[in-house]
């Protein structure tokens, strides 16, 4: 997989470089320091993965996101920061970042990249347990998707709260069998991979 790096300090950079491109599974195509070098580099090389830091000189990476998927809405945005910033993961996911990462652990940046080229979406559990209180604290308004059943849309938004099917179940007065059915079905209609592409769907998709 092809991807490019950018980050304002060269040195993490450098580090990352010689992290992904020690097993030969990926390869850097391009680097920068900036947003508006990530901007450029995206356009010139079409990578597979845009892996970028948040905070940066001039243009920072939460509008280099939004100005490159405005123009390439396919693009694989992979979010690379020291910061676990509520502002941020907002923004990250109504934008369409396809992951949001701690710098912390270097480990999990290969794993990631691969989920990401397989149409995953990354974001931690800690971080994902989070996404909740964040938007409900901003006030969220219920809405409902087309094409989905009442109890659809309902277990839709218990997936979103965080809620187990354990959970689910009981809330809906339902079994665990019928509410993996439920779920299997949403995802199917919405073209979804799994439980945390379908809660990142509903707080990005369904909150504008």
């Not at 070098?37 to 939460?62: F, H, Q, S, T």
């Not at 990249?113 to 969220?140: D, H, K, N, W, Y």
Request: aromatic share 6%; with cysteine.
């Amino acid at each position: 997989m092809r991807i490019v790096v950018i980050d304002d300090d060269p040195l993490i950079v450098m580090a990352l470089e010689t992290i992904l491109g020690a097993g030969g599974e990926a390869v850097i195509c391009g680097s920068g320091h900036s947003g508006e070098e990530a901007e450029k580099l995206y356009e010139r090389e079409r990578p597979d993965v845009l892996l970028m830091d948040i905070r940066m000189e001039g243009m920072d990476g939460l509008e280099a996101l939004e100005r490159i998927l405005k123009r390439f809405p396919g693009a694989r945005i992979l979010l690379l920061t020291t910061f676990l910033d509520d502002e941020y993961i907002i923004r990250a996911i109504r934008a369409g970042a396809r992951g949001y990462l701690l710098k912390q652990d270097y480990g999990s940046i290969l794993p990631a990249l691969r989920a990401v080229m397989s149409g995953q979406t990354v974001f931690g559990s800690g971080i994902m347990a989070r996404i909740p209180e964040l938007f409900q604290r901003e006030g969220r308004r219920e809405r409902k998707a087309e094409g989905l059943s009442e109890r659809e849309n309902e277990l839709v938004s218990l997936v979103a709260e965080g809620l187990s099917n354990r959970e689910i179940a009981d809330v809906m007065c339902l079994g665990e069998g019928t509410v993996r059915n439920y779920l299997s079905s949403v995802l199917d209609k919405l073209h979804l991979r799994d439980r945390t592409q379908l809660a990142v769907w509903y707080y990005r998709d369904m909150q504008r």
